[in-house]
Every structure is written in structure tokens, then in C-alpha cells.
């Protein structure tokens, strides 16, 4: 059971948008920056989204990323096939003295 | 360009020892030494689990409770390598290992290694 809970999967079609959340509490979502990971089929994680809402060199805008309250959330825009991955948000729990992963969610571009 | 390059596939049986590495490369600010490094486990087909962490200038290191106890972290910043330690596996210990650089301005992992499959069977 994971500390930060998203849904296990979403879908949508090319061209389309698709949200993904990722809810925590007071501990770590509530009062910590949040980040967005990319995992590919058979690679490693890459850091998609940080800060809530920043994104690294090289990641397209079609990303974006949002906080309120306990909660995150993801946006892909212009869904391409290339983007089938599963999606991790990530933040600090002062609560645990740890860093604290969602279950991850798997995109299916259909 | 950062990178860090891990070990390769381990296969063992249970009760052996392991110790996997991940080098890091291409620091252009700071150096190895300056970021912490970071392990966190895949299980297969689950989800990134946060292991600990370790400073490699002074080995200062932090472990999620959960692997407190269970492994070992440490790195030598002379070799610009971190390492992830077993004394003895369990079969439940089969996983992919990742490292990762914490950024020096968040709690967030800027770049990854490629990771190293452990398998440990009898």
C-alpha cells in the first residue's frame, strides 16, 4: 500500500488529454513539492516534472503538472503512442523522514 | 551530460552476499561527491520503493525503514561510486536496483542509473 495513492491506470486517444492524480495528506503532499516520474516499457524512471510544476530541460510542454491542498495532479496534452509509460509521483513525507512514491499509473494512448 | 552507470545482472542464491555499484560521471557543477545519492527498489511489475540515501562526502546516510537493517549503503567519492550491499539475500530481495542523484534543490531525482536486475534463486 502505497503512501501516495493514484489511479492504476488511465487511457485516452492520440491527439487527446489525460489527467493523472495523486492524492497524500499534510505530511507530504500537503506541505512538500511534488514530482512527476516517467517510466518507459523496460527502462528507467526519467524526472518528467519537479517543483510541482517545473519541468526539466528537454521535457515538452504537453506536461504539465499542478498542486492543491493534498493532492497533484499530471496533465499530458497532444497524447502521442510514444507516451504509453507508467507515471510515479514522488515527494518528501516529513511525517516518514522519507521520500514517498505513488503506485503508479499506466497510460494506455489507445 | 550526468550519468550514472550501474552494475550488471546479478543471479544468486539465497543466504550469499551482493554488492552492486553505481558510477557517476559528468558532474559539469559540483562534483559526485557535492550530490546525494539515492537507491530505490522495483519490484517486478510494482512500483519505486525509497530505500535511502547517501552523501558521499562524509557517508552520511539515511535509510527508509522498511530496509533499515536489511542493506548496507556506502560509496567511496575517490571512485565517484556508491554502492548497495546485501549480507545475506532472501529470495524476496529479487528486484531491479535503481541509483539516482538527488537535485541539490529538492527531493526530487534528476538523473538515473539504468538500473541492475537481482535475482535471487535456488
Known amino acids: 500500500q502505497s503512501v501516495l495513492t493514484q489511479p492504476p491506470s488511465v487511457s485516452a486517444a492520440p491527439g487527446q488529454k489525460v489527467t493523472i492524480s495523486c492524492s497524500g495528506s499534510s505530511s507530504n503532499i500537503g506541505n512538500n513539492y511534488v514530482s512527476w516520474y516517467q517510466q518507459l516499457p523496460g527502462t528507467a524512471p526519467k524526472l518528467l516534472i519537479y517543483?510541482?510544476?517545473k519541468r526539466p530541460s528537454g521535457i515538452p510542454d504537453r506536461f504539465s503538472g499542478s498542486k492543491s491542498g493534498t493532492s497533484a495532479t499530471l496533465g499530458i496534452t497532444g497524447l502521442q503512442t510514444g507516451d504509453e509509460a507508467d507515471f510515479y509521483c514522488?515527494?518528501?513525507?516529513?511525517?516518514?523522514?522519507?521520500?514517498?512514491f505513488g503506485g503508479g499509473t499506466k497510460l494506455t494512448v489507445l | 551530460e550526468v550519468q550514472l552507470v550501474q552494475s550488471g545482472a546479478e543471479v544468486k542464491k539465497p543466504g550469499e552476499s551482493l554488492k552492486i555499484s553505481c558510477k557517476g560521471s559528468g558532474y559539469s557543477l559540483g562534483s559526485f561527491a557535492s550530490y546525494w545519492i539515492a537507491w530505490v527498489r522495483q519490484m517486478p511489475g510494482k512500483g519505486l520503493e525509497w530505500m535511502g540515501i547517501i552523501y558521499p562526502i562524509d557517508s552520511d546516510t539515511r535509510y527508509s525503514p522498511p530496509f533499515q537493517g536489511q542493506v548496507t549503503i556506502s560509496a567511496d567519492k575517490s571512485i565517484s561510486t556508491a554502492y548497495l550491499q546485501w549480507s545475506s539475500l532472501k529470495a524476496s530481495d529479487s528486484a531491479m536496483y535503481y541509483c539516482a542523484r538527488r537535485a541539490d534543490s529538492g527531493w526530487f531525482l534528476d538523473y538515473w542509473g539504468q538500473g541492475t536486475l537481482v535475482t535471487v534463486s535456488s
Open positions: 514522488g515527494t518528501w513525507d516529513s511525517s516518514l523522514s522519507t521520500v514517498v
Open positions: 517543483d510541482n510544476n
